[in-house]
């Protein structure tokens, strides 16, 4: 189901039509990426999917509730149909993660729904096809070392479809895509050399994680995958 | 929007940069170590403690430990702009040049071994949207300027524009120490002078291997006993008190205050240093080498700057002195910069 991460990525720059960072213009500019399909992009304090069902009925983008909405405190949640999409993200995380859980629903939509949407299986175009996936809330502290986990659904009238990948798998690739686009492995491993000398400890991490706008957590994860954190950072 | 930011916020230029106490000065923010893991008694017991005398110590003109090289940190910036967020709460924006220097005394001629001179730009940015200051950001970089993200202060955000203004000031503070440590790092084969806390620089050298001093001017804590303190105002021209250990939340170290300077006429204080060496080099290394300590004073003193006309001879060494200068010569200049921030970001 999923392309190549790479791939999407590529594309993403080629839609919107904009340069690859580079080690010198290394922070994303994620919002004009996203600018490149029909999404849109909330931030709504005390985000749960009902709020977000809510703002979308507020708003006409849907006519009826979101099934399955509740109460559950969100970090990030994305509602696809057929036509559109749209991000949220809860405001009053930092904007560090604000952005990783923005760049993590942007890879479902692209890895997973997209192409689900794109490959002709709803052929009647008023059948209603509702995605959603809600990213759970992540530790309130900026430095915690986790990455974000969510949950798909996808609403009733579709589940005849060829299933999606497991959930599990889902989730992992959503990270990964997040990472490849905030941190890109030709960028990091370039920062890495031209900052890795320099920097003890994990005064790499800071460095790092400031060049990119990303979090620290973010960026120990990034490059403890990629096996670029020397030994002094890993303590 | 980009470097539109600030002004599509509402941002207001700031000329005036004058020192103002806090409004609401009930936060004690300093991380107090545990008094009872310090160690007064290190190298004398209280009732013992008295001055030593340093200043007629032999050191050998080649002795191994002696700092030939000296780092010193810049900071030089001041908050140019204030805006607010949503809910009222200002939002200081700090430009800064930031910088580090390694001076090298190789057989008296001293030269500048190695630097790095950033400009940065440092504020709150969690109350505002994502894409607005991801847009500013890389607009900034463009530019050749970094956006350091500032923590709110420990309470939160607060109305009281000068603690704010502290957390933006300690942010660019902490990069620039951040940039020392890189410093220490080109220089941490050979014995090294830090102009500052070596808390703050642990993980730039090897605390074992390193003969590191740091040399603390201000004095912001109580480390000391009456008798210590007693001490302390006896201490003449070239004399030192008992070394003490200190158990700081990075490293552990010895340290002992020293009189570099100072006439009748100045503050009882002025001209008293704190040193502080890694604790694991003295006792490991070292073997508690007490002549070390009394070495590397005699030869703190002869570093001492010699420059009347600077304001801070008293508690200067020569070496950090020409640093700051250095450093002062890499930088655009205050004006210069602050005018070309305010052009870039038409405020």
Redesign the interface.
């Given at each position: 189901m999923a392309q190549s991460i790479q791939a999407a990525i590529a594309d993403l720059y080629s839609i919107a039509d904009i340069p690859q960072p580079t080690v010198k213009q290394s922070v994303i500019l994620l919002s004009e990426l996203i600018g490149g399909y029909n999404l849109t992009c909330t931030e709504i304090v005390g985000l749960t999917s009902e709020a977000a069902s809510n703002f979308l009925l507020r708003r006409g983008a849907i006519l009826e509730p979101i099934t399955d909405a509740d109460k559950e405190p969100l970090a990030g949640y994305i509602y696809v149909n057929k036509t559109s999409g749209h991000i949220f993200v809860e405001r009053s995380d930092f904007l560090v993660r604000r952005r990783f859980s923005v760049a993590h629903e942007l890879g479902h939509y692209v890895l997973h729904f997209l192409p689900l949407i794109a490959s002709g299986v709803f052929v009647d175009e008023y059948e209603l096809v509702e995605i959603t996936e809600a990213l759970a809330p992540s530790s309130p502290e900026e430095d915690a070392d986790d990455l974000p986990l969510g949950q798909v659904r996808i609403s009733q009238q579709t589940e005849c479809l060829p299933p999606l990948p497991p959930y599990e798998q889902m989730e992992r690739e959503a990270n990964e895509f997040a990472a490849e686009l905030l941190m890109p492995v030709k960028v990091i491993r370039k920062l890495v050399t031209h900052y890795a000398a320099d920097c003890p400890g994990d005064d790499l991490i800071w460095r790092l994680s400031s060049e990119m706008l990303v979090s620290r957590a973010a960026m120990r994860w990034r490059l403890r995958e990629l096996h670029a954190l020397p030994t002094l950072a890993a303590h | 929007m980009g470097l539109e930011f600030l002004r599509n916020n509402g941002a207001h230029r700031m000329r005036d940069d004058a020192q103002r106490p806090l409004l609401l000065d009930n936060d004690n923010e300093r991380d107090e170590e545990p008094e009872e893991q310090n160690n007064l008694a290190y190298e004398q017991p209280a009732e013992d403690w008295h001055p030593i005398d340093v200043d007629s110590v032999a050191v050998s003109d080649d002795w191994d430990f002696c700092p030939r090289r000296f780092i010193d940190g810049k900071d030089l910036g001041r908050t140019v702009a204030w805006l607010q967020t949503e809910d009222g709460y200002p939002i200081p924006v700090r430009l800064s040049e930031i910088g580090a220097v390694v001076m090298w005394n190789n057989t008296g001629c001293l030269r500048r071994e190695w630097y790095t001179v950033e400009r940065v730009v440092s504020m709150i940015?969690?109350p505002?949207?994502?894409?607005e200051?991801?847009?500013f950001?890389?607009a900034l970089?463009?530019k050749g300027f970094?956006?350091?993200?500032c923590?709110k202060p420990r309470r939160g955000l607060t109305y009281d524009f000068q603690e704010m203004r502290k957390a933006t000031q300690n942010r660019s503070l902490d990069?620039m120490m951040?940039l020392e440590?890189?410093a220490?790092?080109?220089a941490s084969a050979t014995p090294v002078l830090v102009d500052g806390r070596l808390e703050s620089r642990a993980?730039?050298f090897d605390e074992l291997n390193t003969p590191v001093v740091g040399m603390i001017k201000g004095h912001y804590r109580d480390y000391l006993h009456d008798q210590g303190w007693r001490t302390y105002y006896r201490l003449r021209v070239g004399q030192r008190t008992p070394a003490f250990f200190l158990k700081q939340k990075n490293i552990e170290v010895v340290s002992w205050y020293l009189r570099m300077g100072g006439t009748q006429s100045d503050l009882p204080n002025w001209g008293v240093v704190r040193l502080e060496i890694p604790a694991t080099f003295f006792e490991q290394k070292l073997g508690k080498d007490w002549s070390y300590i009394n070495r590397l004073s005699r030869v703190i003193c002869e570093y001492r700057c010699k420059d009347t006309s600077y304001l801070r001879a008293s508690v200067s060494l020569y070496p950090i002195q020409r640093g700051e200068e250095c450093l002062g010569a890499l930088f655009t200049g205050a004006d210069t910069i602050v005018q070309r921030f305010y052009n870039l970001t038409h405020l």
């Open positions: - | 940015v969690d505002f949207p994502w894409d200051v991801e847009s950001a890389a970089q463009e970094r956006l350091l993200q923590q990069e951040r440590k890189q220490l790092v080109h993980g730039g």
